[in-house]
């Protein structure tokens, strides 16, 4: 239900990262504030922080499509050190925290996990109806991926502060079935709190388009076939393996894997790439938004990737694009993930154990021999994505708010 104009409901989100940073997470919840006020009337608020990269300076507070933006003073070090990662955080969440006691009164304050503890900011924003926790990674879990800092004290502080916020919040949405058994048999959060939204792809930008394209010719890549990994090249999702593969079908010259993005394991694996001499692994950088369709269009197929013991504490976003983009793709993920119980119902990809190089590397393998499965997959992929358009997902968001507010 849509508030009347002369009286919009007031939400203030709070999450490190918004637009114009390349993340997912502020990619998404850029298009999510941009359509709660175009479409559903809503006075949004987003306290972020300074985008890690950016073409050039931004502004303390501007209003972008309707939605203000405060950005909160902190660091903006690089991403690929714990030092760095840590000062980002810190900053970033006091800074915050600060912004929300000055804060215009809210009807509902909404808290992401970037970091997992701004929660408290977005409490301490004393919403007249109550903070949503909209849960994208579930803490401490997801902090044993770091590699160079290992914390058993920070691990015993983050669950207490997730379940605290679990318990504190109105609402808690979550982004499938398997992170919302870990957050209700986990993190002790309220069944009937729990609502399952799905995060989604712009089914209107991003269409099935012809391999052929501009990008593609630019690339030298239409003429090969391309294995695709888009967005972060982070520390869930195990792409070690997929170097592993590449070595495995380095004969086959026809193959070329092609990592676009950035993230805490773009070096060591492009120096990896180079220790083992292959010409068939190629990294490009970020590439604008607008530019999404033809990126996956020059794809064959697509990669997708998560660590064992991450079901349901980490939800790939990036699957939604690829589906919008009616592609195929190889999931290297355990059985419980989102994921793949959505590749077993839909048909539009193909499974294989995660960390296990040989498996990857024959899936590539078959699905470059197979191009009538690959494009049958493809128009099922495309299918699946009308389940999860912006529109719809956004919808869904809205009225958790509106419930929230008792709208």
Same mark, same amino acid.
């Given at each position: ?5 002369? /009286?919009?409901?007031? #939400?203030? @989100? =709070?999450?490190r990262?918004? +637009?114009p ?5 502020? !990619?998404?919840? *850029? ?54 990662? /840590?000062?980002?955080? #810190?900053? @970033? =969440?006091l800074s915050?925290? +600060? ?6 009164? !809210?009807?509902? *304050?909404v ?24 849960c ?20 015993a ?60 010719r ?98 790939p ?58 494009l ?32």
């Open positions: 239900m849509n508030r009347p104009a002369a /009286a919009p409901l007031k #939400v203030c @989100y =709070f999450n990262s918004y +637009w940073d390349t993340g997912a997470t502020g !990619q998404l919840l *850029t298009e999510l504030a941009e359509d709660l006020v175009a479409v559903h009337g809503m006075q949004v608020t987003v306290v972020t922080g300074y985008p890690l990269r950016a073409d050039g300076p931004v502004p303390a507070s501007e209003t972008r499509n309707g939605v203000r933006i405060l950005r909160a003073r902190g660091t903006t070090l690089s991403q690929r050190s714990f030092a760095g990662r /840590a000062a980002n955080y #810190v900053t @970033y =969440f915050a925290l +600060w912004t929300a006691f000055w804060l215009p009164k !809210q009807d509902v *304050t808290a992401l996990t970037d970091p997992p503890i701004i929660g408290l900011a977005a409490l301490a924003a004393r919403p007249r109806h109550g903070m949503v926790f909209f994208q990674d579930i803490f401490p879990q997801v902090a044993g991926l770091l590699e160079d800092f290992k914390s058993p004290l920070v691990n502080i983050l669950e207490r502060l997730n379940r605290y916020l679990v318990s504190r919040a109105a609402r808690i949405v979550c982004l499938g079935d398997t992170m919302a058994s870990r957050l209700i048999e986990g993190k002790g959060a309220d069944r009937s709190k729990v609502t399952i939204i799905h995060n989604w792809a712009d089914t209107s930008a991003i269409v099935p388009s012809e391999k052929t394209n501009a990008f593609s630019e690339h030298q890549l239409d003429d090969k076939f391309v294995v695709l990994h888009a967005g972060n090249i982070g520390l869930s999702q195990n792409l070690d393996v997929v170097i592993d593969a590449a070595s495995l079908i380095a004969s086959r010259t026809d193959i070329v894997i092609l990592f676009i993005g950035d993230g805490n394991r773009r070096g060591a694996l492009e120096d990896a790439v180079k220790a083992r001499g292959l010409a068939n692994v190629r990294f490009l950088p970020f590439q604008p938004r607008e530019s999404l369709r033809w990126t996956y269009a020059s794809s064959d197929v697509c990669l997708v990737s998560l660590k064992p013991g991450l079901a349901g504490y980490i939800v976003s990036k699957l939604y694009p690829i589906l919008a983009a009616g592609r195929p793709y190889i999931a290297a993920v355990e059985t419980l993930t989102e994921v793949a119980a959505l590749t077993e119902r839909h048909k539009c990809g193909v499974l294989t154990p995660p960390g296990d190089a040989a498996a990857l590397a024959n899936a590539i393998v078959r699905m470059a021999d197979q191009p009538h499965e690959r049958t997959m493809g128009q099922r992929a495309r299918v699946a994505a009308e389940l999860f358009t912006r529109d719809q997902q956004g919808a869904a968001h809205a009225q958790v708010i509106e419930e929230v507010a008792g709208a």
